[in-house]
C-alpha cells in the first residue's frame, strides 16, 4: 500500500525555525514533492527532493533520506504570512501524485 | 493564460442534479490532473490526462464521475446526480510533460462545490 504521514498541526513563534516532517511507504519512489497551500487557496509548489540530503530556496529548505522513507521542511526567520497547510506528496511507481493530509502551521507573533 | 483557471469558483446544487466543472491548463502543459479536497483533508487523485493516451482514471469514486479532455487542452469533469458527500474543493493541475518525468504540477484556484 501507499501511505504518507504528517503532523496534523504545528505551532510557532515568528522568528523561530520549525521543522515539520514527513515519512512515506510507497510502491517505489521517483521524487517528494512539498507544496504549501493557503486557506481557500491552491497549492503552490514549494521544492522538490530526488536524491538524498538538502535542498536550500533562501527561508526554506527540504531534506530527504530514501533509505529511511523520510523527508522534512525546514522553514526559518519564520514570518505570519507562513501560516498555512504544507503539504508533503510523493511519486511512485504509477508516477501519480500521492498527497499526505497536510500540516496546519500557525505562526503566532 | 499565466496560470491554471478553473470555472466556476463556487458552485451550489441539489441533491441529484449534475454539475460539470471546467479546467483551462497552462498553455504547452501537456499533462492535466484532477483531484478533490475535502474539508481538512489532502488531495486525493481523480484522473489523469497525458497528450493523446487514454486517461488514467483509477482515481475516480464511482461511475457518476467522469471526465474529458478537449483537443488536448480544456478539460470538463462531470459529476452526475449529486450527492452530499460529493462536497468538496475540486482542483485541476496542469504540468509540462506528465507524471514519469515527476515535473511539478501547478494548480488552479480550485470549484468549491456543495451539494445540498
Known amino acids: 500500500g501507499q501511505n504518507i504521514d504528517q503532523p496534523t498541526e504545528m505551532t510557532a513563534t515568528e522568528g523561530a525555525i520549525v521543522q515539520i516532517n514527513c515519512t512515506y511507504q510507497?510502491?517505489?519512489?521517483?521524487?517528494l514533492f512539498w507544496y504549501q497551500q493557503h486557506a481557500g487557496e491552491a497549492p503552490t509548489f514549494l521544492s522538490y527532493?530526488?536524491?538524498?540530503g538538502l535542498e536550500e530556496k533562501g527561508r526554506f529548505s527540504s531534506f530527504l533520506s530514501r533509505s529511511k522513507g523520510y523527508s522534512y521542511l525546514l522553514l526559518k526567520e519564520l514570518q505570519m504570512k507562513d501560516s498555512a497547510s504544507y503539504l508533503c506528496?510523493?511519486?511512485?511507481?504509477?508516477?501519480?501524485?500521492?498527497f499526505g493530509q497536510g500540516t496546519t502551521l500557525q505562526v503566532k507573533p | 493564460g499565466a496560470g491554471v483557471s478553473q470555472s466556476p469558483s463556487n458552485k451550489v446544487t441539489e441533491k441529484g442534479k449534475d454539475v460539470e466543472l471546467r479546467c483551462d491548463p497552462i498553455?504547452?502543459?501537456?499533462?492535466l490532473y484532477w483531484y478533490r479536497q475535502s474539508l481538512g483533508q489532502g488531495l486525493e487523485f481523480l484522473i489523469y490526462?497525458?497528450?493523446?493516451?487514454?486517461?488514467?482514471k483509477s482515481g475516480l469514486p464511482s461511475d457518476r464521475f467522469s471526465a474529458e479532455r478537449t483537443g488536448g487542452s480544456v478539460s470538463t469533469l462531470t459529476i452526475q446526480r449529486t450527492q452530499q458527500e460529493d462536497s468538496a474543493v475540486y482542483l485541476c493541475?496542469?504540468?509540462?510533460?506528465?507524471?514519469?518525468?515527476?515535473?511539478?504540477?501547478?494548480f488552479g484556484p480550485g470549484t468549491r462545490l456543495t451539494v445540498l
Open positions: 493541475a496542469s504540468s509540462l510533460v506528465g507524471v514519469q518525468s515527476t515535473d511539478t504540477q501547478y
Open positions: 498553455s504547452g502543459h501537456t499533462a
Open positions: 510507497t510502491s517505489g519512489f521517483n521524487g
Open positions: 506528496a510523493v511519486t511512485g511507481n504509477t508516477g501519480k501524485l500521492i
Open positions: 527532493n530526488v536524491l538524498d
Open positions: 490526462f497525458q497528450g493523446n493516451s487514454a486517461p488514467d
